[in-house]
C-alpha cells in the first residue's frame, strides 16, 4: 500500500468513495423518507432502485443515438418508477396500514419476489448495461490523476437533489407536512391535512429517489437481475446506521458507507464481505437508534 | 363455536390433501421405453442468462437423438428440476428424481457447490451422475469417486490454455482480482501455477480478492493501478465483470496494464458492454462467428443456423456445453449397449471421443472427464461495431489438462485429509 | 372431538405413514418437520416474544456446523453430535443477543442480521475448519438411521419432543412474563419483571431449538453449506410462520407444512414463476388472513392473544 502516501491518488480515492456514497444516498434517503412518515421499512426499495436501472436501459435503446437521449432517459425513468410506486401504495399498502408494522415489512418482502419475477419476464434474464454519454464517457485529472467524468456528474447532481430535498422539507408547506408527519400522524390528520394522500406523495417522492438512484448509477454498474438485492442491504444498512426517519442521517451514513467501500477493502482485506455489517454493529451497540435516529414513541 | 366446527373438516382436508398428493405424484411412467435423466440446474432467478442458453442446447441434442432413432431404440428424455443456487434444494430434487421419479440418470448443475452436493448424493444412492454445466475440477478429482462423470471443461483445463497462451506474451510481472470464493481461488491457483512452470521467472506483484457480487470496485482498480504489474488476469465474472470493466475503463487501466481475463469473451459479457468493451483483452471464448473457426470446423456454421433456428438467438458457450452433453451421455449408454449404471459407468472408464462441430471431445476413462478443444481470442470491434473475439488460437485440453496419475495423487491427498 | 383426541389422531397418522407414503414423501415430511420446529423456535420470538429476528439463520447454521463437524472431523457419533448443536447454538444466542436485545424493532432486526453475517463470513473463509464454500460433504446419520423411513421417526421424535418443551415454556409463568412484556414492556417492568433478562432468554432458547433443528437437517441433507447462514435462510422461518399464523403455537408447523407442498408443487412445474407465486401468497395472506392459514381453519386453539391482525 505504498500510495497511501500519494495524496492524488488518495483525493481521487475518496472522490471515487463520495461519488458511491451519493448514489446510495439517493436510494436511502427515500427508504428513510418513506419510514419516517408512513412508519413501513420497504424492503422492495431496492427494487425501485433496479426498475429504474431497467427502464433507462430501455428508454435509452428506444430513443434516437442523440446526446439528449440519455438526458431524457434519466428525467423519465424515475416517473416511471413513481408511477411503479404509486399503484402499489395505492393498491396494496393502504390495505394494511392499520396492521403491525411487521407485517408490513413482510409484504414489502414479498414484493420483492414479485417484482423480481416480474422484471425477469419482462427484459429476461440477460445481463444488460447503459452507456455513458459522449461527453461523459472519458476522464478528467485530479492532481494528475485520471478520474471518471461520469462520477464528476454524480457528484455535481445528487449534492444537487441532496439541497434541493433540504429545501423541500424545510423551505416548501409541503415538507412541512411531510415533517409533521414524522412527529405524531394522528395529529396531522386531525387537524385536517388528508393524511392518506400524503403517504401517497411521500411514497411516490421515495419511489422516484430510489428509481433516480438507479438510473443516474446505471452507467457505473451492470443492469443485470439481483442488482436490488445488492443495493436494498447496502441502503438498508446506511438507513440504520444513520437512523431511520433521519435525513441528515441517511446522508451521513451514505458518505461513510462509500467512503469505508473504498477504503475499507484496502485496509481489511480479508472481510471486505462483512465490512459494512461490521460497522453497522459497532454503531448499533453504540448508539441504538443509529446515528440520528429517534427512538420509537 | 364456529371455529371449533371448522378444525376437523379442514384437518381432514388436510389429510385428505396428503393422500391425493401421494397418490398422484408417482413416478410420470411405469418403467419401460424412455431412458430418463433427472436434470438440476437453476432455472429461477440471475443464473438463467447461463443456464437457459444451456437447457436449448442440451434440448436440441436430445432432439437430434430421439430423431435418429434414441439410444438402442429408446428414446432419451430430461425432467427438469429447479435447485434455485442452493446446494440442499438440489440435494432434495436429486432424492425425488431418484427416489420417486425412478430416473435412471442424474444430471446437470451450474454452481459447483451445487455439484458437490448432488455428487455426494449420487455416490450415496449410487445413481450416476453426470456434471454438465459446472466448472469446478474438484468432481472428477479431488472429490471424485465411481459415480459422477463430468461432460464439459473444468478449470484447470481452460485456465491452464489461457496460461499457455499468456505465457508467450512479454509480461512477467504479473498481478489478479478474482472473486474471493471457491472457483476465484481455483482460476487464480491454476493460472499461476501453470504460468511459472512455462515462465519461472514471472512474478506475482499484487492480489485483489473482491468478495463476490461486489459493485464497487474502484479501490481495486486503483490499487492494479499501482501494483507496477504489466499484466493481470481476472477472473471476475458475469454482471460483476461488466461493472469492473466499466468502472476500470475511464481510469485508463487497460492502457497501463495487460487485460487478461478468464470469462469476458462470451456474449453475455461483451454484448452488453457494447462500445465499452476491453479491446485487446486475452480471453478464452467460443467464438463460433470466426472465419477461421468456421474454416477449421465446417460443421460449425450448420450447427449455428440450427441452434438460431431452434430459439431465435445466437448460441453462447453453455449451449455448446449442453449440446455436447446430451450426446456424451446417449453415447456412454450406447457403448454400455445397456441403461444400467453399472455397465455404462464401466463403459466411460474405457473412454471413448466424439467429433463435434467444433472439434474433437475425449471422455477420459481414468477419471470420466470430458477434454474438450480450448480457444483463446483477443477482444476487437467488428465491422457492425459490435465487440468480438478474433485472433482465435485453437489448442486442446489433453496438452494441458493433469495426467491421470496427477490426478489419483490429488485423490488421495484429498482422502487423506478427510480422514 | 377436542384438540387432544385431534394431536392424537395426527401422531396415529404420522406414525403408520411410511406404510402408505413412498420414501421421497416420508422425506419431505421429515424435512417439514424440520422447518417445523426451525419456524416455531423462531416464533417463540416473534409471534410470542413480540421481537422479529433477521439473523436466525446464524443459530441454524451453528447447529448444522456443528453436529457435522463432530462427526466428520471428531468421529464422534450422531447421538453425542446431535445435542452438542443447540449447545453450540445457543452459546452464539447467549453471545450475540446480549447487544441484540438491548435494541428494538428495525435495530433489532439489524443488528441480528449482522451478526447473522458475521457468522457467515466466518464460516466461509475459515476453509481450513470448515470447508469454506466447498462445504462440508458426506455427512450421513449411522446406517441404523439411514434410511428415509427410520430417519423420519427419529426426526418426528426429537422435534415432537421439543415442541413439548417449547409449548410447556410458553404455558409457563415465564411464558407469560414474555407475553407481557411483548404487550407493555413498560408496564412489565413495573410489575418487576426484568424485561432485558426475559427478553434474552427467549432469545437464547429460541437460538437453541434453532440450533437442534440445523443438526436434524445437517444429517438430512447429507452436507452443510455456509449459506446455511445466509440472511435470506431468515427469512424462510419467518415467511413460514406467518403463513401459518405468528399467533398460534402450531402455526408455525402448519406454514411449514402448507409451504413446503406448495413449494414442491410449484417448483418442479413452473420454476420460474416459483418466486412470483410465495410473493404473490405473502402479500395476498397478510392482506387477506390475518392470522395466516391456522386462522382459516380456526385455530383459536392454543391462540396466544386476541385476534389484533
Known amino acids: 500500500m505504498s500510495w497511501v502516501t500519494n495524496g492524488p491518488l488518495i483525493t481521487v480515492q475518496v472522490m471515487s468513495g463520495l461519488s458511491v456514497g451519493m448514489l446510495l444516498f439517493l436510494v436511502s434517503v427515500g427508504m428513510s423518507l418513506i419510514f419516517g412518515v408512513t412508519r413501513i421499512v420497504n424492503l422492495a426499495h431496492g427494487c425501485f432502485y433496479m426498475v429504474g436501472a431497467y427502464l433507462m436501459v430501455t428508454l435509452v435503446e428506444v430513443l434516437p443515438d442523440r446526446p439528449w437521449a440519455f438526458w431524457l432517459a434519466l428525467l423519465v425513468a424515475p416517473l416511471g418508477v413513481a408511477v411503479l410506486g404509486g399503484v402499489i401504495e395505492m393498491g396494496l399498502l393502504r390495505l394494511i396500514y392499520h396492521r403491525d408494522p411487521l407485517m408490513q415489512l413482510i409484504l414489502t418482502f414479498g414484493l420483492i419476489l414479485v417484482i423480481g419475477t416480474l422484471v425477469l419476464l419482462a427484459w429476461g434474464p440477460d445481463n444488460k448495461s447503459v452507456s ?18 461520469y462520477y464528476v456528474l454524480v457528484l455535481v447532481l445528487a449534492p444537487a437533489v441532496a439541497v434541493a430535498l433540504w429545501l423541500v422539507f424545510y423551505r416548501t408547506r409541503w415538507g412541512m407536512l411531510v415533517r409533521a408527519a414524522t412527529v405524531d400522524r394522528e395529529m396531522l390528520g386531525a387537524l385536517g391535512v388528508n393524511v392518506a394522500a ?63 467501500q473504498s477504503f475499507g477493502i484496502l485496509v481489511f482485506p480479508a472481510i471486505s464481505i462483512v465490512l459494512l455489517f461490521a460497522l453497522m454493529a459497532v454503531v448499533l451497540i453504540v448508539r441504538p437508534w443509529g446515528l440520528l435516529g429517534r427512538p420509537e414513541p | 363455536m364456529r371455529t371449533r366446527s371448522r378444525f376437523p373438516t379442514t384437518t381432514l382436508a388436510i389429510l385428505t390433501l396428503l393422500l391425493v398428493v401421494a397418490a398422484t405424484a408417482g413416478p410420470a411412467a411405469a418403467q419401460g421405453k424412455p431412458i430418463r435423466i433427472g436434470e438440476i440446474n437453476s432455472y429461477s432467478g440471475l443464473a438463467t442468462v447461463y443456464t437457459f442458453p444451456y437447457k436449448e ?104 490454455a489461457l496460461a499457455k497462451k499468456a505465457a508467450t506474451l512479454p509480461y512477467k510481472k504479473w498481478a489478479h482480482i478474482s472473486p474471493d ?147 456424451i451421455i446417449a453415447e456412454a449408454i450406447k457403448r454400455a449397449k445397456s441403461a444400467e449404471t453399472d455397465k455404462v459407468i464401466a463403459a466411460l472408464s474405457e473412454g471413448y471421443e466424439m467429433e463435434f462441430p467444433w472439434g474433437k ?59 | 372431538m377436542s384438540p387432544a383426541r385431534w394431536l392424537g389422531l395426527l401422531i396415529v397418522v404420522l406414525a403408520v405413514a411410511p406404510l402408505a407414503l413412498p420414501p421421497f414423501f416420508l422425506q419431505l415430511l421429515t424435512e417439514i418437520a424440520i422447518v417445523g420446529l426451525f419456524a416455531t423456535a423462531f416464533n417463540l420470538l416473534m409471534g410470542f416474544g413480540g421481537m422479529v429476528s433477521f439473523g436466525h439463520a446464524a443459530y441454524f447454521a451453528l447447529g448444522a456446523y456443528t453436529a457435522a463437524l463432530l462427526v466428520k472431523r471428531a468421529a464422534v457419533p450422531l447421538l453425542l453430535a446431535l445435542p452438542a448443536a443447540p449447545v453450540v447454538a445457543a452459546a452464539g444466542a447467549l453471545l450475540f443477543g446480549f447487544f441484540i436485545v438491548r435494541l428494538s424493532h428495525t435495530y433489532f432486526a439489524m443488528l441480528s442480521l449482522a451478526f447473522a453475517q458475521i457468522v457467515f463470513t466466518v464460516i466461509f473463509k475459515w476453509k481450513a475448519l470448515t470447508g469454506g464454500d466447498d462445504g462440508l460433504l458426506d455427512v450421513w446419520p449411522p446406517s441404523l438411521l439411514k434410511s428415509p423411513a427410520a430417519y423420519y421417526y ?25 407475553k407481557s412484556v411483548r404487550e407493555n414492556p413498560r408496564r412489565a417492568r413495573y410489575i418487576g419483571i426484568d424485561v432485558r433478562r426475559h427478553q434474552l432468554a427467549a432469545f437464547v432458547i429460541s437460538g437453541a431449538f434453532s440450533g437442534l433443528a440445523g443438526g436434524l437437517f445437517a444429517f438430512y441433507n447429507g452436507s452443510v453449506f455456509p449459506d446455511f447462514a445466509y440472511f435470506t435462510k431468515s427469512f424462510e422461518p419467518l415467511t413460514v410462520a406467518l403463513l401459518g399464523g405468528v399467533q398460534s403455537f402450531f402455526g408455525p408447523l402448519a406454514g411449514a407444512f402448507g409451504f413446503k407442498i406448495l ?18 401468497i405473502v402479500v395476498v395472506v397478510i392482506v387477506l388472513l390475518p392470522s395466516g392459514f391456522v386462522g382459516l381453519v380456526g385455530g383459536r386453539l392454543w391462540r396466544t392473544r386476541p385476534s389484533k391482525g
Open chain 1, 198 to 260: 400524503l403517504y401517497t406523495q411521500v411514497f411516490m417522492f421515495g419511489s422516484w429517489l430510489a428509481g433516480f438512484g438507479g438510473a443516474l448509477a446505471a452507467p457505473t454498474v451492470a443492469v443485470a437481475l439481483g442488482m436490488d438485492g445488492d443495493v436494498l442491504t447496502t441502503a438498508f444498512v446506511v438507513v440504520v446506521i444513520g437512523g431511520l426517519g433521519s435525513f441528515a442521517g441517511s446522508f451521513i451514513g451514505a458518505l461513510l458507507v462509500g467512503l469505508l
Open chain 2, 361 to 419: 471431445v475425449i471422455m477420459r476413462g481414468c477419471d470420466m472427464q470430458a477434454i474438450p478443444p480450448q480457444w483463446t481470442g483477443v477482444v476487437k470491434m467488428n465491422a457492425q461495431g459490435k465487440p468480438v473475439l478474433g485472433d482465435i488460437e485453437e489448442t486442446h485440453g489433453k496438452d494441458v489438462i493433469r495426467s491421470c496419475d496427477e490426478v489419483a495423487k490429488l485423490r488421495a491427498a484429498a482422502a487423506d485429509k478427510k480422514k
Open chain 3, 154 to 178: 427419529f426426526t418426528l421424535a426429537i422435534v415432537g419432543l421439543s415442541l413439548l418443551a417449547l409449548h410447556a415454556i410458553v404455558d409457563s409463568p415465564f411464558g407469560y412474563a414474555l
Open chain 1, 132 to 149: 455513458r454519454p459522449e461527453a461523459l464517457a472519458g476522464s478528467v485529472k485530479i492532481f494528475g490523476q485520471p478520474f471518471p467524468s
Open chain 3, 263 to 280: 413449494e414442491w408443487l410449484v417448483s418442479r412445474q413452473w420454476p420460474v414463476y416459483w418466486p412470483l407465486f410465495l410473493g404473490g
Open chain 2, 181 to 327: 470464493y471457491e472457483y476465484g481461488h481455483n482460476v487464480w491457483d491454476e493460472f499461476i501455477a501453470y504460468l511459472k512452470q512455462l515462465k519461472p521467472d514471472v512474478q506475482v506483484m499484487q492480489e485483489n480478492w473482491p468478495k463476490l457480487g461486489e459493485t464497487d470496485h474502484s479501490s481495486y482498480v486503483t490499487a492494479l493501478l499501482q501494483s507496477n504489474a504489466e499484466a493481470f488476469i481476472s477472473a471476475v465474472w458475469g454482471a460483476q465483470e461488466i461493472a469492473f470493466v466499466k468502472q476500470a475503463r475511464p481510469f485508463g487501466l487497460f492502457e497501463k496494464v495487460k487485460y487478461v481475463s478468464a470469462s469476458v469473451g462470451n456474449p453475455d459479457e461483451l454484448d452488453p458492454l457494447g462500445k465499452e468493451a476491453p479491446i485487446g483483452a486475452l480471453t478464452p471464448g467460443f467464438a463460433w462467428y470466426d472465419e477461421g473457426m468456421q474454416k477449421r470446423h465446417p460443421k460449425l456454421a450448420e450447427w449455428v443456423k440450427k441452434y438460431e433456428a431452434r430459439t431465435k438467438k445466437e448460441p453462447t458457450l453453455g449451449a455448446s456445453w449442453g449440446y455436447a452433453s446430451a450426446h
Open chain 2, 57 to 160: 442446447g442440451l434440448l436440441m441434442g436430445a432432439k437430434e437423438i430421439n430423431d435418429a432413432g434414441g439410444v438402442l431404440g429408446r428414446p432419451i428424455e430430461f425432467i427438469f428440476r429447479d435447485d434455485k443456487l442452493k446446494p440442499d434444494e438440489a440435494v432434495k430434487a436429486a432424492r425425488e428424481l431418484v427416489g420417486q421419479e425412478k430416473v435412471d440418470f442424474l444430471a446437470g448443475c451450474i454452481s459447483s457447490g451445487v455439484g458437490l452436493a448432488i455428487s455426494a448424493y449420487a455416490k450415496e444412492a449410487k445413481t450416476l451422475y453426470f456434471a454438465t454445466h459446472c466448472q469446478t475440477s474438484r468432481l472428477t478429482w479431488d472429490d471424485g469417486h465411481r459415480y459422477i462423470a463430468h461432460t464439459t471443461n473444468n478449470v484447470n483445463q481452460y485456465i491452464r
